[in-house]
């Protein structure tokens, strides 16, 4: 089956710095890579998400990057914000109908002051 | 605020015992998954439902059994609970067909498992 692997575990930057997560993913018919958002106590949001006939895609403050050769994918948060502290959780599938994700072990973000 | 209601939100079983866990989908989605999240990891797929019927599980044995209704709600029972079973049991809710937004999943707030 899938396995998807994410790095790095936690993750602190100063205010206003860039914080990138990476995942690498091993079934490559997999086909949609979705990025969560955490809060402590909270569901799992979706942040972003992309699909694997588009190479980047974004959304005012984040970007994710898809490599489907080097199986990876990549989440990119600018100018962060203390609110932007969370944990990330990165995902993949095989199909967009139905998903059955497949999720990595997650990214604590924290955002200092 | 997804639509996608939990319940309930915590519960202390013991080892042995049996739980039931219940979600009510959001409006116009008729398929349901069921995750597993350990503290401090991802959650893990354990099965989904789409009509009533069983669409895919994960690698969990059978004693993780569920249902799903005509409306759309959805169980999730858990028989002979064993210590590891304790973790946030996420339930969440899709469209089921094809289209751009059919893969966003929209997850309930969870159900908190304790099992002494």
């Known amino acids: 089956g899938e396995n998807v692997e994410q790095h790095p575990s936690t993750l602190s930057v100063q205010e206003g710095d860039s914080a990138v997560i990476k995942c690498t993913y091993s079934d490559s018919a997999s086909n949609y890579f979705p990025w969560y958002k955490q809060e402590l106590g909270k569901r799992p949001q979706l942040i972003i998400d992309?699909?694997?006939?588009?190479g980047e895609k974004k959304d005012q403050r984040i970007a994710v990057t898809l490599n489907k050769t080097a199986k990876h994918f990549s989440l990119h948060i600018t100018e962060t914000q203390p609110e932007d502290s969370a944990v990330y959780f990165c995902?993949?599938?095989?199909?967009?109908?139905?998903?059955?994700?497949?999720f990595g072990g997650g990214t604590r973000v924290l955002v200092k002051p | 605020e997804t639509g996608v209601t939990q319940s309930p939100t915590h519960l202390i079983k013991t080892r042995g015992q049996q739980v039931t866990l219940r979600c009510s989908s959001q409006s116009g989605h008729n398929t349901v998954s069921w995750y597993q999240q350990a503290l401090g990891q991802g959650p893990q797929f354990i099965f989904q439902?789409?009509?009533?019927?069983?669409?895919g599980r994960g690698n969990f044995p059978p004693r993780f059994s569920g249902l799903q209704f005509p409306n759309y709600s959805s169980e999730l029972n858990v028989n002979a609970l064993e210590l590891d079973d304790s973790a946030l049991y996420l339930c969440?809710?899709?469209?089921?067909?094809?289209?751009?937004?059919?893969?966003?999943?929209?997850f309930g707030e969870g159900s908190r498992l304790t099992v002494l």
């Open positions: 995902a993949a599938s095989i199909g967009a109908a139905g998903n059955k994700l497949t």
């Open positions: 439902y789409y009509r009533e019927e069983e669409n």
């Open positions: 969440a809710t899709q469209p089921y067909g094809t289209g751009i937004n059919v893969g966003e999943l929209f």
């Open positions: 992309i699909r694997s006939n588009v």
